[in-house]
């Protein structure tokens, strides 16, 4: 059986703009299309985000964004109805999210 090292061989023979092609391959290839939430899953986010802003409670907020899910945690402070915008206040910075990137909101128990 021949022991070969892989890539590693051949990393030492490419020129760094390989690297960074190959790199910005391998991060397209990981992009995700954003899920469609259907009307019982809206039912349940608007619930959840109505008792967080009633409550002032910390809440994991997980939104879309190009082409990757990215997870917040914060305090809902505003939600703008007309812009279809939720401002999250998180520990070190105030954050605006669209409506239509949410894909999921849990309360985080204290």
Do not use: C
């Amino acid at each position: 059986m021949i022991r070969d090292r892989g890539r590693i061989k051949w990393t030492s023979m490419m020129l760094p703009e390989h690297v960074k092609i190959l790199r910005e391959q391998q991060m397209r290839q990981n992009e995700q299309k954003q899920p469609e939430l259907d009307m019982h899953m809206w039912e349940e986010l608007n619930e959840r985000l109505q008792e967080a802003l009633d409550g002032q409670q910390l809440v994991t907020l997980t939104y879309f964004e190009g082409g990757y899910f990215q997870e917040v945690i914060g305090v809902v402070r505003k939600v703008d109805m007309l812009q279809r915008v939720l401002m999250l206040e998180g520990k070190t910075e105030t954050r605006k999210v669209s409506m239509e990137k949410v894909t999921n909101l849990e309360l985080v128990d204290k």
